[in-house]
């Protein structure tokens, strides 16, 4: 069974072709392997998924909520706006389990619009900002906090 989602919103499955300047130079496979590995070294077992659909996004946050797993969400463009995912992800942690909310960019040093999260309420925390380490660094704070709660 994976023990952790990282979930990835809208256009990040062209990571490394979209906005070099601001998403990095390594693709959506570099992701991947990158999250297998990091949940390698901590024993877990890491999934990694990315869509453009919102209510695939809902469906698979549904089934981590169902399976018990914790998860890493970077919802990307629905960071804004989707209420629905905002709602969806607010099941992960009243049902006990991680949710820490990913952005690869600084929101806050972007345009006005990316400053404001509808599910970084609902996040047991925000990592955003540093690159691909954002996910690593997540991954780190999950297997911190399984850890704690043993």
Same mark, same amino acid.
């Given at each position: 069974m994976t023990d952790v989602l990282i979930l990835n919103g809208p256009n990040l499955g062209r990571l490394g072709v979209r906005e070099p300047d601001v998403y990095g130079s390594l693709s959506y496979a570099d992701l991947v392997?990158?999250?297998?590995q990091w949940g390698s070294a901590h024993g877990? $077992?890491? %999934?990694?998924?990315?869509?453009? $659909? %919102? $209510?695939?996004? =809902?469906?698979?946050i549904h089934q981590a909520v169902d399976a018990g797993q914790d998860v890493v969400l970077n919802p990307a463009a629905f960071t804004h706006f989707s209420y629905? =995912?905002?709602d969806a992800a607010a099941m992960i942690t009243k049902g006990g389990r991680f949710l820490i909310e990913v952005h690869i960019s600084n929101p806050?040093?972007?345009? %006005?619009f990316r400053h404001m999260s509808v599910v970084g309420p609902v996040a047991t925390g925000t990592i955003a900002g540093f690159g691909f380490d954002s996910y690593r660094?997540?991954?780190?704070a999950i297997a911190s906090l399984r850890a704690s709660k043993a």
């Open positions: 392997e990158r999250g297998q877990l $077992s890491v %999934e990694v998924l990315q869509t453009d $659909s %919102e $209510s695939q996004m =809902i469906a698979w629905a =995912i905002r806050y040093a972007r345009e %006005e660094l997540a991954v780190d």
